[in-house]
């Protein structure tokens, strides 16, 4: 059987290496195998741009109220840290890192803070910090609500699980274009970036964590009549294990973002990065914006969020 398997295996080869030479040793004849013809070529970037640019002119609106919604929140939490001196700021990061873990992490987060002070970037860490106070909450919950709707339906897991393959698979980056094109310029595209990194560990943590739950416990909870709402609150939640983290996942992840966003332009936090997106020049007459990134440029056709929508189509350029 082995030696058929083998054979029929030989026999394939051998026959893709013949058909490999035969196109090598024709192709300066037959144009069609060295060159592509580009009467073939789908234009799918058009559509695309002419399907955004007419999704954009028809529920525009709809995406600058939720981003005027949610920059509410933000400008909150933006005003609370810039109100509180410095020195209590510090003096409260460092305690409550010191209830969490202990001096070692207390220190290291004192020294942290002290770093952001001496560099200059006092204010721009505070906007960071805001928009990780805001996103992490919101994180944690969405992340919460569909880890339980996973556990309890099968049919939602399947469904769930390739989505956050895909969220976790994506370059960071990448989500920023279309959120950009639909919620405008502003600190909104980074709280929402922020929150679709950092839920899909969350949603994974709930569900395993559910599904570890001893039996005994569910059993015992049956046994002394709790109800659907007691079983979970009461017993299974308290009982399962999400993680030896001690910090939560969608903290880590929303913290990391922010770090990644900052590395990638040298000397910018990563408050500048996703708010600034360095903007390099501007057109009235067309709405054309040119955005810098680290390593390619984009041009932008794109609406304000302080404006009517205009167009929408996306071209890219070669590197810089």
Known sequence: MKSIIFEKNTLSWIVIILITIVLLFFQDKWDWISKYPKELIVPVSDWINFSMEKFIDKFGWFFLNISWLLSWPII??????HSVPWVVVIFLVTFIAYLSSGLKLALFTLSASFYMVLIGYWEESMNTLALVIISVPMAIIIGFGLGIWGFYSKRAEKIIMPILDIF?????????????????????????ASILYSFPPMVRNTILGLKRVPDHIIESAIMSGANSKQLFW????????????????????????????????AGNPGWVSYTGLHLLS???????????????????????????????????????
């Open 168 to 192: 976790q698979t994506v370059p960071t980056f990448a989500y920023l274009l279309p959120i950009l094109l639909l919620f405008g310029f502003g600190t909104v595209v980074g709280l929402i």
């Open 282 to 320: 501007s057109s009235e007459d067309d709405g054309r914006w040119v955005t810098s990134w680290p390593s390619s440029s984009y041009e932008v056709h794109i609406f304000n969020s302080s404006s009517p929508p205009r167009t929408s189509s996306l071209v890219t350029t070669s590197p810089v």
């Open 76 to 81: 909150g939490a933006q005003w609370l840290l």
């Open 234 to 265: 009461q017993a299974m939640l308290p009982s399962c294990e999400l993680g030896s983290e001690p910090i939560p996942p969608p903290f880590l992840d929303s913290s990391a973002i922010w770090i990644h966003s900052s590395s990638s332009m």
